[in-house]
Nanobody, 127 residues
């Protein structure tokens, strides 16, 4: 059964750093991958996406310059390095994978692009 599993969330002070990971089964890789997040009382939002090869990445304006997405296809894992964290980054972070080859930001940012979703990992940034 295909699945993706996030890990690495936790509590960090504002200005700190945290890295979350997403491990997937073989079928999920060679796929467009992304991180979304959902804060309490808010809708789920796109954070960042990466192409199958890792050669293309896209970021929401709110995290650009602070977050970095990467992937290691040899171990079927993607990473989200989060630096200069702010309290407003507090959310459940979800990993997602989909079969489409996205060519633009709109495709990466659309929830409908992704077929497989993880259960989420909590990231809490204290002020």
């Amino acid at each position: 059964q295909v699945h993706v599993v996030e890990s690495g969330g936790g509590l960090v002070q504002a200005g700190g750093s945290l890295r979350v990971s997403c491990a997937g089964s073989g079928r999920t890789f060679g796929s467009t991958m992304a991180w979304f997040r959902q804060a309490p009382g808010k809708e789920r939002e796109f954070v960042t996406g990466i192409s199958a090869s890792g050669g293309s990445t896209y970021y929401a304006d709110s995290v650009k310059g602070r977050f970095t997405i990467s992937r290691d296809n040899a171990i079927n894992t993607i990473f989200l390095q989060m630096n200069s964290l702010k309290p407003e980054d507090t959310a459940v972070y979800y990993c997602a994978a989909g079969p489409l080859r996205c060519l633009d930001y709109a495709c990466y940012a659309a929830s409908a692009t992704y077929v497989y979703w993880g259960q989420g990992t909590q990231v809490t940034v204290s002020s």
